[in-house]
């Protein structure tokens, strides 16, 4: 009796090639449903133990009020304000903390000088600093920006300084060699390794800034949804303080949803560059 030969080429199927299906499909099963569970249990507990709808709406009141069409066109402009602050800030919190971790990289004496601010700042909640940026850059957008940007620039900074120091030591002396300059160097070795690092600072800031546009909004602001959540809980309307956290949860969905696909492409991009180069 002979042995019956495995099949090759691309007909050849291993275990580890069907695994990222099951990966696919777990990867949208275990958020579906670490969302719709608690959704449930809320729901039957409301019921369950007759709760007024003044102390604890039921998720399904939540949604049929907060999609109905008067309350989407009131709510959009101030979606739009508080999307437009956490862009502005945010990306202006990417830049300069960029900026900061490339000086910081090959100044080490600015890193020493500036770390200490930084962690201090940290350390104080931003709530106590919104009054002094409300008098000094006044009611309106740029001190909600500023708010914005104060609280996402730590983890930008922090991230991308640790990426560009996880460089091989054996890759900077091989550019090094090769009469690369600072630049260069940076580009093509630091840029390109510190990514996987510097795009995880940069979900932990979008989520940040969601809450910095928002204490901005509570302090002194007369649109936006932080705006709105202070109007509706000071009238005590809980199904319409559910309906703005509702709408701002899905704003903030969105935005990190937007920094996660571009960290998809970018990466995406890398890996690809990576396996050419390799087959070259």
């Known amino acids: 009796m002979t042995r019956e030969s495995a099949p090759v080429g691309p007909q050849a199927q291993s275990p580890g090639l069907r695994t990222p299906r099951r990966g696919h ?9 670490g969302i719709v569970l608690p959704l449930l249990l809320w729901e039957a507990l409301v019921y369950t133990l007759s709760i007024p709808e003044y102390l ?28 437009t602050v956490v862009v502005m800030g945010f990306v202006v919190a990417c ?41 000094w850059f006044g009611i309106g957008l740029s001190s909600k920006v500023v708010m914005v940007v104060l609280i996402a620039f730590f983890p930008v900074v922090l991230s991308t300084l640790l990426g560009f120091r996880s460089v091989s030591p054996d890759h900077l002396l091989v550019v090094r060699s090769m009469g690369a300059t600072r630049l260069q160097e940076l580009l093509r070795v630091r840029v390109p390794a510190a990514l996987p690092q510097m795009f995880g600072g940069l979900k932990v800031a979008m989520t940040l800034s969601m809450i910095g546009a928002i204490v901005a909004e509570f302090v002194a602001s007369d649109d936006g949804l932080g705006h709105v959540l202070i109007m509706d809980q000071a009238s005590i309307a809980t199904l319409l303080v559910f309906t703005d956290l509702l709408w701002l949860i899905a704003v903030g969905f969105v935005l990190y949803g937007a920094v996660s696909v571009l960290e998809r492409l970018v990466l995406g991009r890398r890996s690809r560059q990576l396996i050419e180069s390799g087959a070259r």
């Open 56 to 83: 604890l709406p039921s998720p399904s009141k939540t949604v049929l009020a907060a999609m109905t069409p008067e309350r989407i066109v009131f709510l959009w402009p101030h979606m739009l304000s508080t999307a």
């Open 95 to 135: 830049v300069a903390a960029i900026l900061l971790a490339v000086g910081s990289l090959y100044w080490r004496g600015l890193e020493l000088a500036l770390m200490p601010l930084l962690v201090g700042s940290q350390v104080v909640p931003k709530v106590a600093f919104a009054p002094l940026v409300v008098i």
């Open 25 to 33: 499909a777990h990867s949208w099963i275990y958020p579906l449903l």
